[in-house]
DNA sequence: GCCACTGTTAGCAT
DNA sequence: CATGCTAACAGTGG
């Protein structure tokens, strides 16, 4: 569930609150949740401060002192919560830090154990293959270089979206959220997408994305903060989960099919297909009246 | 009980 | 290489 916005707010939330403690202990409950040979270099980081934390991707990065660094990626049921060390350990808790002279703790938990941990050196992050392989962050990346990530590519425009080397952070949700507002059907190929439904695109991504930060992130069926709240976004949504009802923007009926095995929500007369040229000559026209 | 569904992505096949 | 399916897991709802 978490994806870029979600793990956005988790990074804001949580970084005041956890930047310079001491790490005094941790516990892996789930010892295959750490990836790799991780576990010399976990150890290390007992007693180490922790500097700040970030967000690469749908992954997060805790910076502690002398060069280590702990990864988290919470995948689709993945949680970190900050909680008192005395509240029960249920048993979908996998990982949890200790800081010095603090009641609370952080924890990790994921019912469905897709999550990872790993620990790293800070400097050789990018080294790290879900680091090095990540595509340019959708809030960062600027229109023209956007632009130039389609060269080359032909698969499906959705496809893409959701591809973490093509770009960071984006999932089911924001896919299908982003298309709609940029009028762009999910299974055009991107060879087929003009510059002008390229900066639709672009602006799109950043629209959405933005608004659903300020709102916190979507909740759906079980994403909740590091503090248990629920995000609002659900209550924006304009296509993701609303199959059958009526599209808010034109009133036709939302349609859903499987692309690249996702559920996939589009409106049929704002995303038509085969009638890009219908929306630019609209557009276009509106854009020679404001002139 | 059984089956279909779920917001991710690595790994494999094409 | 680029692209597309599926499995990994656990829970929920029909």
Redesign the pocket.
């Given at each position: 569930?978490?994806?870029l916005p979600?793990i956005e707010t988790i990074v804001r939330d949580l970084s005041p609150k956890i930047r310079g403690l001491t790490i005094e202990s941790f516990k892996l409950l789930f010892p295959p949740l750490l990836k790799n040979e991780d576990l010399c270099l976990l150890h290390k980081i007992r007693g180490k401060r922790i500097i700040d934390l970030s967000r690469m991707?749908?992954?997060i990065l805790v910076n502690c002192q002398d060069d280590l660094s702990l990864l988290f990626?919470?995948?689709?049921?993945g949680r970190l919560i900050l909680c008192s060390r005395t509240a029960p350990l249920d048993?979908?808790t996998h990982f949890l830090l200790r800081f010095k002279s603090q009641k609370s703790e952080l924890r990790f938990r994921d019912?469905?154990?897709?999550g990872f941990l790993r620990c790293l050196r800070t400097s050789e992050a990018y080294l790290i293959?879900?680091l090095r392989?990540l595509g340019p962050e959708p809030l960062e990346i600027d229109s023209s270089s956007f632009d130039k990530l389609f060269r080359?590519?032909?698969?499906?425009i959705k496809?893409?979206l959701?591809?973490?080397?093509?770009i960071a952070g984006?999932?089911?949700?924001?896919?299908d959220e982003i298309l709609f507002r940029a009028l762009i059907h999910p299974s055009t190929?991107?060879?087929q997408l003009d510059s002008r439904q390229r900066k639709r695109l672009w602006k799109a991504t950043r629209v959405v994305l933005n608004k659903a930060i300020k709102s916190r992130?979507?909740?759906?069926?079980?994403?909740a903060d590091s503090q248990g709240r629920r995000g609002s976004f659900q209550n924006f949504l304009l296509v993701?989960g609303r199959e059958g009802l009526s599209c808010r923007v034109c009133g036709e009926r939302i349609k859903?099919f499987?692309?690249?095995?996702?559920?996939t929500f589009f409106c049929p007369c704002c995303q038509e297909f085969k009638k890009h040229k219908d929306h630019e000559d609209k557009r276009g026209r509106q854009n020679k009246k404001c002139l």
């Open positions: 569930m978490p994806e979600e991707g749908k992954m990626h919470l995948k689709m049921t048993k979908h019912i469905r154990k897709f293959k879900e392989l080359g590519r032909k698969a499906r496809g893409l959701l591809d973490q080397r093509f984006i999932g089911n949700i924001y896919a190929s991107v060879s992130g979507t909740s759906i069926q079980s994403y993701y859903r499987r692309l690249s095995g996702r559920s």
